[in-house]
């Protein structure tokens, strides 16, 4: 397939008004935003994409560390904007579109499908206790678990010795894109110019994983041909549908920019939402806390100590126990809406603005990126309250929540 003239950028227009305010609060950092890449690409970067689909899957984990089995699909789809996307991952996905517009105009590959398989895979480059730093790259490095065939695992042999995920015997995932050593060797690429091909960079992991799905016949801006695409990119009809969902959602605007270097903190899931535990152990949670919450609340009105609620345990960010062959399907639907409920009153509850601020304390930047901070933070709280208070109803409800988070 030869080049073509480069696609328009899709959904540009559809930032919402707190990726606008994360964006600046990045500028403030010194970070120049999203990458224009559709500047100066040489027709030596415009890479080759096969006429015929690759065989063998580029992913085939079950269970990748990038969604929270605690929290499920829903719950991954409905914290989207709170979660952000580091500068570097949404720039590299950016310039997959236009690179892959240019190589194969016909097969419209959106970025936004290329960061909803990052968000799934490694939620962008954070799995583990990584972050993506200036250059892109995934810091310390994100390895899967060996593919040895144990507790449903496909069973791969090694076939890079060991070169791309350190282990001589099985091979591993790697990087945001989590491709397995056998198809980065097929459809690998250098996309940053840095003289090498690195999954764990997410630039030429995001551009790769653009031509495995654009690789064969099919119009990517079609939902139908791009669920083909994305299931053979790993083997799951869950894993399609999840990816499917968040491509959607960040087509039409649901989506923040967040800085790079900074490995996201877990996401409070408590038991009642917990889809890990049966339908019945999570309405006895919920009866638990409800019952708990109302006590506290009575010990409150009449001064008197009260015992906090329940406990609610670390969720999102956290390492899911792995699956194995793509053949399989692993994300279960959740019963229920899937919600980040608001800590206990007697703990003001994190946000992403509040840790950005905490980052830049005692600081020349303090003073800048603090209205901006401050408005995300309050932005997050009423995302998270709305979910626990649907319409904010009632009142008494939406502003209790709203304290937890200080406002």
């Known amino acids: 397939m030869g080049a073509h003239k480069l696609t328009r950028w899709q959904k540009a227009s559809a930032l919402v008004p707190m990726a606008v305010l994360v964006g600046a609060w990045g500028a403030a950092l010194g970070n120049s935003g999203l990458a224009n890449a559709s500047d100066g690409i040489s027709d030596s970067e415009i ?7 690759f065989e063998q899957p580029a992913s085939v984990q079950q269970a990748p560390g990038g969604v929270d089995q605690k929290a499920g699909a829903a719950g991954t789809v409905a914290t989207l904007s709170t979660n952000g996307i580091p500068t570097a991952a949404l720039a590299a996905y950016r310039r997959a579109e236009t690179l892959l517009g240019k190589a194969d105009e016909a097969c419209n590959l959106p970025w936004n499908l290329v960061a909803a398989i990052g968000r799934v895979e490694s939620n962008h480059g954070r799995t583990n206790g990584n972050a993506l730093d200036t250059t892109g790259i995934a810091q310390p490095g994100i390895y899967g678990v060996p593919l040895d065939g144990n507790d449903g695992r ?95 959602a960040y087509a039409s605007g649901d989506f923040t920019q967040s800085p790079n270097g900074i490995s996201t903190s877990p996401i409070l899931t408590s038991n009642s939402y917990d889809q890990t535990l049966t339908p019945e152990q999570r309405s006895k949670a919920a009866k638990t806390q409800k019952a708990a919450e109302k006590k506290a609340s009575e010990g409150t009105k009449t001064d008197k100590p009260s015992k906090p609620g329940p406990t609610t345990p670390p969720g999102g960010g956290s390492t899911p126990k792995p699956g194995g062959s793509g053949g399989g399907d692993s994300f279960d639907e959740p019963s229920t809406p899937t919600a980040t409920p608001s800590p206990t009153a007697t703990t003001k509850a994190p946000t992403l603005g509040g840790g950005v601020q905490d980052g830049v304390k005692d600081t020349p930047l303090a003073p800048i990126t603090k209205p901006v901070t401050d408005a995300l933070s309050y932005l997050e709280a009423q ?14 409800k939406y502003a209790a929540c709203m304290a937890t988070y200080g406002f």
Request: charged fraction near 20%.
């Open 383 to 396: 995302t998270q309250c709305l979910f626990k208070v649907p319409f904010g109803l009632p009142k008494e």
């Open 47 to 53: 890479p080759d994409v096969p006429a015929t689909a």
């Open 154 to 248: 496909a069973e791969i042999r090694d076939t890079d010795s060991g070169a791309l995920d350190k282990n001589s015997v099985y091979d591993l995932a790697v990087g945001p894109m989590q491709f397995i050593p056998g198809t980065w060797a097929s459809v690998g690429v250098d996309s940053d110019n840095d003289g090498s091909k690195n999954p764990q960079s997410i630039n030429d992991a995001a551009t790769s994983a653009g031509i495995y799905l654009c690789a064969g016949e099919g119009d990517l801006s079609d939902p139908k041909d791009a669920a083909v695409a994305v299931k053979r990119y790993n083997n799951s009809d869950a894993y399609v549908d999840l990816v499917l969902q968040i491509s959607a």
